[in-house]
Nanobody, 124 residues
Framework: QVQLVESGGGLVQAGGSLRLSCAAS????????MGWFRQAPGKEREFVAA????????IYSDSVKGRFTISRDDARNTVYLQMSSLKPEDTAVYYC?????????????????WGQGTQVTVSS
């Protein structure tokens, strides 16, 4: 079992930055693949970024590539999402997710564990 708790969301102006954190409990974190998803009001939950176990591989959605960076610190059981050059269309609830085995995945159904989400609001 993996339990996930996101933090770091908030209100930011367009062009600003935020760093989201996802703290994980459970012994399998270091062997888990981790992902970030987001869901805007009235829309489907969509993939944002993922990182493999060990952190060697990452993937991003086209909408955030070059602006967001996913990373992990296995000593702290934490995965991060550094968000820069934020746009109003980035406004959403951001969810952290975990999967075992820990290879990359960009589909919701590939992830068995989810956090409760953290709100990110970008004002224009």
């Amino acid at each position: 079992q993996v339990q996930l708790v996101e933090s770091g969301g908030g209100l930011v102006q367009a062009g600003g930055s935020l760093r989201l954190s996802c703290a994980a409990s459970g012994r399998t974190f270091s062997s888990s693949g981790m992902g970030w998803f987001r869901q805007a009001p009235g829309k489907e939950r969509e993939f944002v970024a993922a990182i493999s176990w060990g952190g060697d591989s990452t993937i991003y959605s086209d909408s955030v590539k070059g602006r967001f960076t996913i990373s992990r610190d296995d000593a702290r059981n934490t995965v991060y999402l550094q968000m820069s050059s934020l746009k109003p269309e980035d406004t959403a609830v951001y969810y952290c997710a975990a999967r075992v085995p820990g290879w990359l995945a960009a589909t919701k159904t590939d992830y068995a564990y989810w956090g409760q989400g953290t709100q990110v609001t970008v004002s224009s």
